[in-house]
């Protein structure tokens, strides 16, 4: 097998460890994720990790960084895709974040949302990973406003839509209202478009 074989296998194995653990660390928390497991669901065997990562605390902040990239570039499509269709930046991102799909797709959707609560409690490698994470998502709702909206604003925002999925996941069928009343909140007071 030449070099660049060798690469791209390991790079393919890298690729589906981060996948499987970004998966289960928003599934389970940071606690809930096994090396063992993390490698079974990677379809490779637990004797590999070490040739990836150097602990499970620098795996959980790869997948930490690896989920929230994802979870950007899913609320950036779905955000572009409404701005296309005419709606504002900051409301595009709110029914985006706010919606009953992100309620639903805990494994799938934002990472903050799912880790928020247990964050500050991490090593130094996993909540330096953590705080990049809370910084990106407040970055996002940063873009969404206009260029004068103080840093304070996306702050509160990012706060509120964090605080309101974590509460319709703990409410499950009986979310529906939060959700609304939470969108229709940070719209009436922060969207001037």
């Known amino acids: 097998m030449n070099t660049d074989t060798k690469q791209s296998k390991r790079e393919a194995s890298h690729a589906r460890i981060l996948d499987a653990a970004a998966r289960a660390v928003r599934r389970h928390g940071y606690a809930g994720v096994g090396v063992a497991e993390v490698m079974k669901e990677a379809g490779l065997t637990h004797g590999g990790f070490y040739a990836h990562f150097k602990s499970r605390d620098a795996l959980l ?6 989920a929230g990239a994802g979870s950007a570039k899913l609320l950036a499509r779905r955000t572009a895709l409404a701005r296309e269709a005419g709606v504002s930046p900051l409301r595009a991102l709110v029914e985006g974040y706010l919606s009953e799909t992100h309620v639903a797709a805990a494994e799938l959707g934002c990472p903050v949302a799912a880790l928020g609560s247990d964050m500050h409690r991490q090593q130094e490698d996993v909540l330096a990973a953590s705080r990049r994470r809370v910084r ?29 999925l974590q509460l319709a996941r703990t409410l499950g069928d009986e979310a529906g209202g939060l959700l609304q009343a939470a969108r229709e909140a ?6 001037r478009t």
Do not use: N, W
Request: charged share 10%; proline share 7%.
């Open 186 to 191: 940070l719209l009436s007071q922060y969207d």
């Open 61 to 66: 902040a790869a997948a930490l960084d690896h």
């Open 136 to 164: 990106g998502l407040i970055a996002s709702v940063r873009q969404a406003l206009p260029p004068d909206a103080p840093e304070a604003q996306a702050q509160v925002i990012a706060s509120t839509l964090v605080g309101t």
